[in-house]
């Protein structure tokens, strides 16, 4: 792998031991994947933020880690609610290390806004065909497949490798002939709302890390697409998707159809709605969470009209990003009024605070996924109709 003077010096350790052990991150996994090059990045989003992901290992390592982010660095979700963790019920020792971890990000220059949805904040803007280096998965999906920037699934410690260096190591899904599509994927019925993140779970299964390009009947939106996005990196690792006439990849190189092929017949999304009916638990719910990924202003939006007029009988979240929440806070009061909460910096899975229910509610492939594994809770799938539906049950 060629590196030029400067990254050489670098590796050698004349510019400090933390921008060392950073360039010593990007060469090796340079040198592993087959990178020619070292190549310039405009943003990294540093995945491994949540004390209950990462633990004292993972608080260790950061402190001891000095220097400054040479590009716009931002953190995924935390642990809590930076500022309402008491009301979630965070233990203060937990709160403690939490405050801890993002003080040492802060401390190497990195934006303390924790977000699973960056490309929503402002000032942190991202395009098409731009090079990043982002690690939280939905995150990722969303950047390669709808906006068409370049980035691939970086683990916590290799972006902030790349936010120190300001450069990642040039393979994966920076190179165009890694990005065309190889299994093409045939849904031949409507889909609305929670159906792209059920497809996504489905169909995710079955491509793992592969690229896929989907074959749709009509037009999924962004916030549909950010869905199907998040729940293929979670049932399967896929960090590039294209939709056929849609996504700008799909629209600027015309791909031809892989002879591979995979369809999904109606059956199969509807199985995944009776997921923790039929097929899974039969527990009780009691708890209900929206904003997996964080919400969009489009998603508050809709939440807060479907909730006007109604009470919340059980515990709800809907999680979205501190900046977000800001820029909107009536539909934050509108939707608090229903007695739901709105939670910031945090989410349902990273969060210590779910663990102590039995069964929840949600309308995200991802959550769906996950929240079982990660949180040792049941979880069920629904429409965010069916789940303001369940939440206000009683009342
Ligand atoms: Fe975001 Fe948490 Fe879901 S990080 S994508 S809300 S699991």
Redesign the pocket.
Known sequence: MYLTKEEEKTLEGEYGETLRKAMEILVALGEIYGADSLIPVRSAQI?GVSYKTIGDAGLEWISDLKGKARIPAIL??AGMDMMRWQEMGIEADFAKKQQDIIAAYESLGIRTKC???PYYLEGFDVGYGDHLAWS????VCYANSVIGARTNREGGPSALSAALVGKTANYGYHLEELREPVISVTVGFELSGADYGALGYVAGKVIGNRVPIFYLKGQPSEDEMKSLG?AL??SGAVALYHVEGITPDAIRYKYERPDENLTIEKEQILEVYETGKSGGSSLDTDIITL????CSPAELENIAGLLAGKQVSKEMWV?TSREVAGRYPDLVKDIEKSGAKVVCD?????SPATNNYQCMMVN?G??LA?VPS?CGVASRYGSIEECIREAVHDN
């Open positions: 995945a995924n979700p977000t699973c949805t939280e998965s939905s995150a998040a990196a979670a904003g997996c990924p964080h999680c945090t989410c349902m899975v990273v995200s991802k959550a996950y990660m």
